[in-house]
């Protein structure tokens, strides 16, 4: 089992970058987790934004971010990080981290962490 915590959202205006954190705690070792990152906007579902393999070796994106956000992971430290340029109002949601060690569904949530971008 893992613990996630999310850290680093906010306030920014149109075009402006923000970095999402999520440490992971837990003894099964981290390195176990394909992770992701979801985010759910107001009235919405929540959806997939982008996961990265367990050695960092590959990355996936669902196309709205494409070219403007980047996972990635620190294996040693236990976080996985999402770096959002060019952010634009459509980007305004909760992102959540997740982590998984089957195929299937993301089996561990945290808590979310608000992005909001001011046009």
């Known amino acids: 089992q893992v613990q996630l915590v999310e850290s680093g959202g906010g306030l920014v205006q149109a075009g402006g970058s923000l970095r999402l954190s999520c440490a992971a705690s837990g003894r099964t070792p981290f390195t176990s987790y394909r992770m992701g990152w979801f985010r759910q906007a107001p009235g919405k579902e929540r959806g997939f934004v982008a996961t990265?393999?367990?050695?960092?070796?590959?990355?996936v994106y669902v196309d709205s971010v494409k070219g403007r956000f980047t996972i990635s992971r620190d294996n040693a430290k236990k976080m996985v990080f999402l770096q959002m340029n060019d952010l634009k109002p459509e980007d305004t949601a909760v992102y959540y981290c997740?982590?998984?060690?089957?195929?299937?569904?993301?089996?561990?949530w945290g808590q979310g962490t608000q992005v909001t971008v001011s046009s």
């Open positions: 990265i393999s367990r050695s960092a070796t590959n990355a």
């Open positions: 997740a982590a998984k060690d089957t195929y299937g569904a993301y089996q561990y």
